[in-house]
C-alpha cells in the first residue's frame, strides 16, 4: 500500500503569529507506526498559546486533536489495517509506577514510545505508535470523534474534581475545553454546573448547553479566609488559565472543596494559603487524561450525550484558514470548536 502514497504532503509550519502551508515529506514507517490520513483535526487552546502568544518553537507542526484513516503499517503491525478508521490515544510506558498506578499522563518514560520527532495533525498524515491509537466507534462520525482528545482532557479534570450529581460544580472559562467540561457534567448527571465566561457568545453556549452562567465579577471572595461564600460549590474545574479567574475560583469553594487547574496560563495566580489551610481546601492541576479517557470519550460521544452540534463550530477550514480561526478564537468571536480538514482528501 506504501506505494500508492505521495511522497510529500501539505503541513501548516508555526511561526510568531503565522502559520505557512508548506510541503515536507511524508513521514516513513519504523515496524510497529501506523500512517494516519488526517481527516480532522482540533483547534486547541494549547496551538493558541504556541502561536499567538509565542510560547511555540517556530517551525514547529503542532495539532494533537485528530481523527483520520489507517492509510499504511508498519511492517511489525498486526492490530491495524488501511483503512480503519482512529484517533490518537496515549503514549506512555503501561510499567513506570505512574502507569502502573493508572495515571499514564505522569509516565517517567513518556515521549519515548514510538519513533522520530513528533510532528502534529495540521497535516496531510500523523505517524503513530501502534499502541498509541483508538479504533472509531461503529456509527460515530470522524469528525464527531475528533473530539475525542479534548474530551478525554475534560473528562480527567472531571475525574480529578471528584464531582458527583447532586453537587454544585463551577466552571470558569467556557473556551473549548471548559464546554466540554460543561457538556460532559451535564451528560454524566452533574446538573447543577454554573459557569463564569467573560465573552458573551461563549456565555450563550454554556447557557445552550445547559448551564445557569454568570460573568466573573459575580465571583466575589469572601473578606475573611475562613468565610465561605453564601452558596458555594463542592468543586471548581478552571479552564480559562487566567490567574485572575484561579483566585476568584478558590473563594467560591466549600469547606473541603476541590479546585482543579485545567486551563494553563503565563501568570501566576495569588493564593491566600489561609483560606487553602482553614478550609481544608484541595487544588490540583489536571494534565491531560485518565487511563481509559480515550475509551470514555469515544463511549460519550457514541451515546449521542454530548450537543456535538454546539460543541463544534459550523464551518471547518483548511489548513490555509488556520490562523484566522485562532485569530477569532483568541478574541472570543469563536465559542466552538473549531475543525480543520485534512489536506489529502479535503481541497479547499
Ligand atoms: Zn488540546
Ligand atoms: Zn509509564
Not at 508555526?14 to 481527516?39: C, K, Q, Y
Not at 476568584?248 to 503565563?266: D, M, P, R
Not at 481544608?280 to 489536571?286: A, D, I, N, R, W
Request: glycine share 14%.
Amino acid at each position: 500500500m506504501i506505494s500508492q502514497l505521495p511522497a510529500t504532503m501539505p503541513v501548516a509550519v508555526f511561526g510568531r503569529r503565522s502559520v505557512t502551508v508548506e510541503d515536507r515529506p511524508v513521514p516513513a514507517l519504523e515496524p510497529h507506526d501506523v500512517l494516519v490520513e488526517v481527516g480532522h483535526c482540533g483547534v486547541c487552546g494549547s496551538d493558541l498559546h504556541f502561536v499567538i502568544d509565542g510560547w511555540g518553537r517556530p517551525g514547529s507542526i503542532g495539532g494533537h486533536e485528530w481523527s483520520g484513516v489507517v492509510a499504511a503499517v508498519g511492517s511489525e503491525v498486526t492490530r491495524w489495517r488501511v483503512g480503519d478508521q482512529v484517533v490518537g490515544g496515549i503514549h506512555s510506558c503501561g510499567s513506570c509506577r505512574y502507569c502502573r498506578a493508572g495515571r499514564p499522563t505522569l509516565c517517567t518514560g513518556r515521549g519515548r514510545v514510538g519513533s522520530g520527532e513528533w510532528q502534529g495533525a495540521f497535516a496531510g498524515y500523523v505517524r503513530e505508535h501502534e499502541q498509541a491509537l483508538n479504533r472509531i466507534p461503529d456509527g460515530l462520525s470522524p469528525r464527531v470523534a475528533a473530539l475525542a482528545e479534548p474530551l478525554a482532557v475534560a473528562l480527567h479534570g472531571i475525574t480529578l474534581s471528584g464531582a458527583q450529581p447532586g453537587q454544585r460544580v463551577l466552571v470558569t472559562g467556557a473556551g473549548p475545553i471548559g464546554s466540554l467540561v460543561t457538556a460532559a457534567l451535564l451528560a454524566r448527571g452533574v446538573t447543577d454546573v454554573t459557569v463564569s465566561e467573560p465573552g458573551e457568545r461563549r456565555r450563550r453556549l454554556a447557557a445552550d448547553l445547559g448551564a445557569s452562567t454568570v460573568t466573573p465579577d459575580h465571583l466575589v471572595a469572601p473578606d475573611w479566609p475562613s468565610s465561605v461564600v453564601e452558596e458555594p460549590f463542592d468543586a471548581v474545574l478552571e479552564c480559562s488559565g487566567r490567574a485572575s479567574a484561579m483566585e476568584a475560583a478558590l473563594g467560591q469553594l466549600v469547606q473541603a472543596g476541590t479546585l482543579v487547574l485545567v486551563g494553563a496560563g503565563i501568570d501566576p495566580p495569588r493564593f491566600d494559603p489561609n483560606r487553602i489551610i482553614l478550609n481544608e481546601l484541595v487544588v490540583t492541576g489536571s494534565f491531560c487524561y485518565d487511563a481509559d479517557g480515550f475509551a470514555d470519550a469515544l463511549e460519550l460521544l457514541a451515546g449521542g450525550l454530548l450537543p456535538t452540534d454546539l460543541l463544534i463550530e459550523d464551518d471547518d477550514v483548511p489548513l490555509s484558514g488556520l490562523l484566522d480561526a485562532m485569530e477569532g478564537l483568541a478574541a472570543g468571536d469563536i465559542a466552538g470548536k473549531v475543525m480543520v480538514v485534512g489536506p489529502i482528501r479535503h481541497h479547499p
